[in-house]
Structures are given as C-alpha cells and as structure tokens.
C-alpha cells in the first residue's frame, strides 16, 4: 500500500460539504480485496477494537486495504473526541488507485490521524506492535491544544447557529466572523467593538478603581507598591486583611486574597512578580467572590466562584483528597475543560499553613480546607451560576463599570456576601474589572444552568437579523467564466457596492487589483471576504482549485455555470469525461444557499441537469425560448432568460423584460453569440440579486469588450483597416464559439495565430486547429512561454497534425515566440481583412498589439 498525493480540503468540494483529508492509495493485486490477506482485518481489530464494521463503497464488491485505512483513519478521530462522521473510498480509473476521503475537524489532528491510520494498517498486515491508547492520548492532546477553547468556541457556535460564517485567522484564538465589510473579529471574549485604550485601562487596577470610585461604584481603596516592603507598609495602613494582586493582569494570575500577615504578604509579592512588575495592594472585603457577565447593556450572566478546596473524609491527606478532585474528567491542565485542575504551589501551601495544615495532614471527616484564597477557575476554583439572584442595582452597578471603563464585554469582579441585595447595603464592592472574561464558568457551572452567554455577544456584534454575509456570486464553467465573471461584478458595481473580484487575471477590490495571476482558487476568494471594503463577491470558481482545496467559502448566494465541454483539463487528476468534470463544476450549485438562486445554461444538457442538485432556485437562461429544458421551466412560472429577435428577454409567469441588442455593445448587436451567452447568465444573476432592471441595464449599455474590462475575452482592435481579434481562448469549444463569433464579422482573408496548452490533452490540442483550419486561410502556429510538461516543438507538431486535413488553410506558418508570431501575421494584414490572435501572455500580449496599433 503506497498512500500519495494527500490534500487538505477546508470547504465544500467533489465530496462533501465537511473539510476533509483526500489520499490517493495504491494498492498491490493482493491488497484490493482484505479477503486476500489472511488474519489482516481479525490483527486490525485485536489493535483497535474500536474500529467501525468495513462496508464496501457503493459499486465495489470487495473491502479494499485503502477502505481499511479509512475506516481507521475516521475512527481513530471519533475515539479521541472529534466530531466527524463522514468518510469515503472510490476507486480510480488506474487500476488499484483509490481516493480516500476522511473529514476532520481540526486540520493538524486529521492528518496525524492519517497517518497513524497507515502505521496502524502497516502493523495489522506486518503483525508488528500498535500502541492504541499512547496514540488515541496524542491525538486528544493535540485536538484539546489547538481547537477553539470554550470562550471562543461558544461565541463561533452561536454564530454559526445563525449562519455567520467564521474563519479561524490564527491557530489561537484569533477568529473573524462574519464577511467582507460585515465582518466582526473576536479574540476570546473580546471583540473588535472595543477599543483598546478601554482594554488598557481595564488592566490598570489602580486607574480602573478611580475611574469607578468617580462613577459612583463601590471599590475597595489601595495603591500601587515598589517591593514586599512597600506591601506590608500599605498593608497596614489599609487595614488587614488586604489582596495583594498585579497591578495590570487577567484570569487571576498571581492574585492571592485575604492576606493576614507578613509572611502571608511576602508570599504574594513574590507570587504577583511572577506576573507583572507592578504590585498593587488593596483592601479585602469579605463576603462571597461572585463574577458577572456584562454585554452590551445587560447582565447575561453571574456566578459565585468559591476557591479550590477539598473535604476531608477523615481517612485521606490533603493531597489525596486534592488528586481525588483532579480525577473528576472535567478538570484539564488548561482552559479547554470546565474545571481547572487544582494545584500545589507556595501559595497552597502557605493557604494550608494559616489553617494549620501541611499537604499530609488529615483533616477530620466534613471539614473544608482551602487550597487558596482568590476563586479563579484558572486556578482550580468552581462556580455556582446565580444568574438569577441578582438584584437590580447590583446589576446596575455592573453595566455602569463596564460602561466607564468602555468595554462591550466585560467580567466584572464582586465581592460581597450576597447578590440578592444591592452592594452598598453589604459593604460590598466591584474589586476588578476584566476585559477578556473567561466564560465557562457561565457556560457549564460546577453547579446550576448553564447559560447562553455566546449567544449574547453575537447579539451583541450582530442585528437579529443580520447573518454577516455580504452577497456572493461563484461563477464556474469551461468556457466564458471569466467575462460573466467581470460582467456580473460591473453590474454590481453599479448599485454602488464595493466589489471583491477573484478571476484567472488576478484579484480586485473595488476596482483596484491586489494580486495578479491565475486567482480563481480558494485561497484567493478567502482572501477578499476577509478584506473590510468589500461589499459584495464574484468569484471565478476553477477546477483545480476545487480539486486541490475546495471552496473558499461555504456557500453562495448564486452560482453560474455557463457550460460544461470538452477539453477542459480532462484525464488530470482522474477527471477523464465530460460527466466527471459536470460532477465537479456542480459543487458551486450544491452549496448555493437554500434561499439562493442558480443560473444555468438550458442548451447545455449536462450543465441543466445539475438542476436537480441545487438547494435553491434556478433560473435558466438559453438563446432559443423554445429549447425544451427552458420551455418546461417557463410553463412552471420558473425564472428563464431568453433571445427574442433584437433583444434579450428576462421572464417569469407574465412579468417580462426585454433588454435590445443595441444597448449590449458586448454582444456586438447580438452577432457574438457566446457573448450573448455570457450576457445571459449576468442577466439572470443580477435579477437574482435583485439589483433592479435600471441598474442591470445600465451596466450592460457601459460595459465594452475592451482591454481594461475584460483582458483577453474577445477584444477588438482596427489596425490599418483591418481587424484584430484578441481571445484567451485554449479548448476546441472556444474554438467552436470563436469560428460562429468571426464568421459572423465581414472580412475578405482570414487569419489566426495559435500556440496551445501543453496539459490538455493530444486529441483536445489537434481539435482546435482542425476546427480553426475550416475557416481560417492562414494559421500562424508559435510556441508559448511554458510547455507545461511537454518537450519543445511537442505542442507545435499536434497543432500541424490537427491540420492535415483542414479545408479552408492554405498557408502554415511556425514561428518561435508569441510576439514574433503576432508581429508576422501583423504584418501580412491588409485593409478589410481580418486577424484572430490566441494568446498566452495575456497582459504582456495586449500591450504588444497596443502598442502596434498606436504604431499604425
């Protein structure tokens, strides 16, 4: 078995709709049937008895060595933790190759889990030894480290809920919500609402307390100190018993309360210095330590927090009884568990001295021994939620500290004996505020209801119905993919939005492009809906990006798909018909939202029958009203875009508006008949987004053939009375369009220049000049910049076999270079004739024949 080519699949691809692990698998002759390798699946299972009962994939009789090591790889996930369900194995067109699809739920643990699933298949087949449970604990490990922890993660389940997209932007905490302009980002509790002066201050106790002193809520008085000295010196003039705390700091780190002598203070300074460099100490009030949660301006939540403790039973010592509690499963090292083990330090130890006691002591059946003062989870406190309880004024008292020291999501810190009845009554008092509140002693309490407090601060980041998504248009097809694409974002454009663009020519936000190349994968759509100036997204949707990595978003509001052909990469990557590349192409309209819309080409077979798939609507567009797909939609009072006669028609039921040729200069006055494709599906996509018929006309009578608004898709040059024709055309349907598009244009000799693409296939690269040699008189052919795998003069010779028998060629050239090429075919044109270059540099190629024509 030979695992190979391994991809990470982060959105909805050929699969499904979950991030998934793709392998290619060889398989020997033996190993395509377990049934050949005898005691394999009985050593496999003695090595994991957790590992799912095998059942063949659909179509496949036999349970293959690669349908094993899904199995494993999937299961080895769900036993340590991960929420994952999907898996699959299909075997390829090459004998014995099998893909092998596994989800994950976080990237770094899928592939770990792989590759253990291989060793553990090796081991089963070799009898070798397979520790189960030592790999079973790294994967938790490595799961519980990088997943999102409980603060973060309640935040982004809430808003997944309501269908807010997410993005992780780091490996920690990092996260953005929401898309392009409506983005929001958080970080934990924090969001990007507040500023961070606010955060600042919040970490200044000192400041803090004067500012909340000025605001009329209680705060207990001290000052900042220089050393253990300086501590014990403000400690009596504040009174004992005192806190003594980090002047700036979070999640109680080096906080120990009710300090009762000098020994006790010294202590704690040095336990704060393990923080911060700045000390303060302040006075203790006694009474209960209660958290409470603000967002916005409201109390969502509140918890009384008591601090880490354990009850003697009269038998055991105090550091049994501390490893008893550790053992409870919702106690962790970090914050990825509820609880927070307890631990022994100096300040432990120094807890227990001032209750005469020592880690071994024995304390009498029913007795509470503290192991701290300060009632943090973080430091292995528990937490009784009191939501309920809590009196009005104190809650006033909170929303006001949280609103003077300006943070949206705020901890406020209380201690008082009770929550029931305001502070002032109490000698209660707020004693800290926290700009980035840990939340799971909120979300599951050691005791009481757990409470929704992830959904507030969406609530808080979002209208209720505000779903964070900017529209989003993916565009797919074999060919006019990129000239629907810029049309579809001009009409946009011209409602007033900001566009985010992705295509083979780059990427572009609000007209400006940020990257140049073939950008029409994933990784460049992400990177638009992340950026803030984005409005709205059109995104070219290519095949290899799918293949290699999925979608870059989750799902679209509507998709094209202009058409389905050959010559479209076909035999790479195991998409070797038509049918297989429609199957792929159709993961756009998979993921269309169910209140979504996909336009599809009703004169393409293939490309209308992924109808059937979309969980939206559709509308379909063809030139020919009377085509049947369309026809039969139309009857059912369905969305269909149409040519009749001059014009080009939206309908559906008795509404219908007509849009005349003459206002679509793209189209030519209607002769360019895959740009009356192309105008269709912009039609159909604008009316889905309901842009309003002013604008998509509009739109249409602005936007022309030209250099600057579609580079490479049919733009047109007078060069000396002649006529140039510029296509980035590279398939033997492009070549079909082009030949019906030129034939329809008057021109006395005819003339086309042709390199080809080295990674198509032999028959695809002949069929472009056999298509081209009935209708051209001459052919240029010229070798491009990048062969593309092939061996020099490779791609030239197939283009000269594929015009063996051409009809209308009379004349043959082969040139070195496309600009040679272009200038020698230049050269020969004479008034009314007409020149069709295929070019590759596309950019550098335009400017080339620009500057020719400036030449005259």
């Avoid at 899904?70 to 299961?75: K, N, T």
């Avoid at 590759?115 to 298949?121: K, S």
């Avoid at 993919?481 to 007033?496: E, F, N, W």
């Avoid at 756009?588 to 939202?593: L, T, Y």
Wanted: negative net charge; proline residues 4%; aromatic residues 4%.
């Amino acid at each position: 078995m030979d695992v190979s080519r391994i991809r990470v699949l982060r959105g909805p691809n050929l699969w499904t709709r979950h991030t998934a692990i793709e392998a290619v698998v060889t398989c020997s002759d033996i190993e395509r049937s377990i049934d050949q390798l005898p005691g394999f699946e009985t050593r496999l299972r003695v090595r994991f008895p957790e590992i799912g009962e095998f059942a063949p994939p659909q179509n496949q009789e036999r349970i293959s060595l690669a349908h094993a090591l899904e199995c494993a790889a999937l299961g080895l996930q769900e036993q340590a933790g991960c929420p994952v369900t999907f898996s699959r194995t299909t075997p390829t067109v090459v004998e014995g190759d099998y893909q092998v699809v596994v989800e994950y739920s976080e990237e770094a643990v899928g592939k770990l889990a792989f590759e253990m699933a291989e060793a553990l298949c090796r081991a089963a087949l070799e009898d070798t030894p397979f520790d189960i449970a030592a790999a079973l604990k790294q994967l938790k490990e490595l799961d519980e480290d990088i997943r999102l922890g409980p603060s973060t993660g309640s935040i982004v389940n809430a808003a997944v809920a309501r269908g807010i997209p997410f993005r992780r932007l780091t490996t920690g905490s990092l996260v953005q919500l929401g898309w392009g302009s409506k983005q929001r980002r958080i970080q934990a509790a924090e969001v990007d609402l507040t500023s961070a002066i606010s955060e600042s201050i919040g970490q200044d106790k000192e400041l803090t307390k004067r500012l909340l002193h000025a605001a009329g809520v209680p705060v207990p008085m001290g000052r900042p100190v220089k050393d253990a000295d300086d501590a014990w010196a403000a400690a009596q003039e504040i009174g004992l018993p005192v806190v003594v705390k980090p002047r700036d700091g979070n999640q109680g780190k080096g906080v120990t309360v009710n300090v009762t002598s000098r020994e006790q203070v010294e202590i704690a300074f040095k336990a704060a210095r393990e923080f911060r460099e700045n000390i303060m100490v302040e006075r203790y009030l006694p009474g209960h330590d209660f958290r409470l949660l603000v967002v916005g301006d409201r109390l969502v939540a509140a918890a009384r927090r008591d601090p880490p403790h354990v009850i003697g039973d009269g038998k055991r010592t105090v550091r049994e009884l501390v490893e008893q509690v550790n053992s409870d499963p919702r106690r962790g090292d970090g914050h990825a568990t509820s609880l927070t083990k307890i631990r022994f330090d100096d300040i432990a130890l120094a807890r227990l001295a001032s209750q005469n006691m020592t880690a071994e002591s024995v304390p009498e059946k029913g007795r509470r021994v503290n192991l701290r003062n300060n009632a943090n989870l973080s430091t292995g406190g528990t937490a009784t939620d009191v939501t309920d309880d809590v009196h009005p004024e104190v809650a006033a008292r909170a929303i006001a500290a949280a609103k003077m020291i300006g943070l949206h999501v705020c901890g406020v810190d209380v201690v008082c004996n009770s929550v029931i009845k305001p502070l002032e009554e109490q000698s209660g008092g707020v004693v800290e505020v926290n700009a980035a509140p840990g939340l799971r002693m909120h979300l599951s309490p050691s005791y009481g209801k757990g409470r929704a407090v992830g959904d507030a601060i969406v609530d808080e980041l979002y209208g209720r119905d505000d779903n964070g998504r900017i529209p989003v248009v993916a565009v797919t097809g074999t060919n006019g993919k990129t000239t629907t694409v810029r049309l579809i974002a001009h009409l946009l454009a011209q409602k007033g939005l900001r566009i985010g663009m992705t295509n083979t020519d780059g990427v572009y936000v609000n007209g400006r492009q940020i990257d140049s190349g073939d950008c029409s994968g994933p990784r460049s759509a992400r990177n638009v809906l992340a950026h803030p100036d984005v409005d709205a997204a059109v995104f070219e949707t290519a095949r290899g990006g799918m293949l290699r990595e999925g979608l870059g978003f989750d799902r679209c509001d509507v998709a094209v798909v202009t058409n389905i052909g050959m010559g479209d990469h076909l035999g790479l990557n195991y998409i070797t018909t038509v049918e297989d590349l429609a199957v792929l192409k159709r993961v756009i309209v998979n993921n269309v939202s169910p209140t979504g819309m996909a336009v599809l080409n009703a004169a393409d077979p293939i490309t209308a029958a992924m109808a059937a798939n979309c969980p939206g609507d559709v509308t379909f567009f063809a030139p020919d009203v009377h085509h049947p797909t369309l026809a039969a939609h139309k009857a059912r009072g369905q969305r269909v875009v149409f040519v009749d006669g001059d014009a080009i028609v939206a309908a559906q039921g008795r509404t219908r508006h007509r849009i005349p040729f003459a206002s679509v200069p793209l189209t030519r006055n209607g002769a360019i008949g895959f740009q009356v494709d192309n105008v269709m599906a912009a039609v159909a996509a604008g009316w889905a987004l309901d842009l309003g018929w002013d604008v998509i006309e509009a739109g249409l009578q602005s936007f022309v053939s030209d250099r600057d608004n579609v580079p490479g898709r049919f733009n047109v040059f007078d060069y000396r009375g002649a006529t140039i024709i510029a296509d980035y055309g590279h398939n033997p349907d492009a070549m079909t369009a082009l030949v019906q598009a030129v034939q329809a244009m008057p021109a006395q000799r005819r003339s086309v220049v042709i390199s080809g693409a080295g990674d198509r296939r032999d028959e695809d690269i002949r069929m472009q000049t056999q298509i081209l040699g009935e209708a051209f008189d001459t052919v240029v052919l010229y070798q491009d910049a990048c062969q593309r795998g092939r061996k020099d003069g490779e791609v030239i010779g197939l283009l000269r076999e594929g015009l063996a028998g051409a009809t209308r060629t009379k004349h043959v050239d082969e040139i070195n270079g496309e600009f040679v090429a272009i200038d020698t075919a230049l050269g020969r044109l004479q008034p009314g004739d007409l020149c069709l270059v295929l070019v590759d540099q596309v950019e550098e190629a335009l400017q080339h024949i620009q500057q020719r024509v400036a030449e005259g």
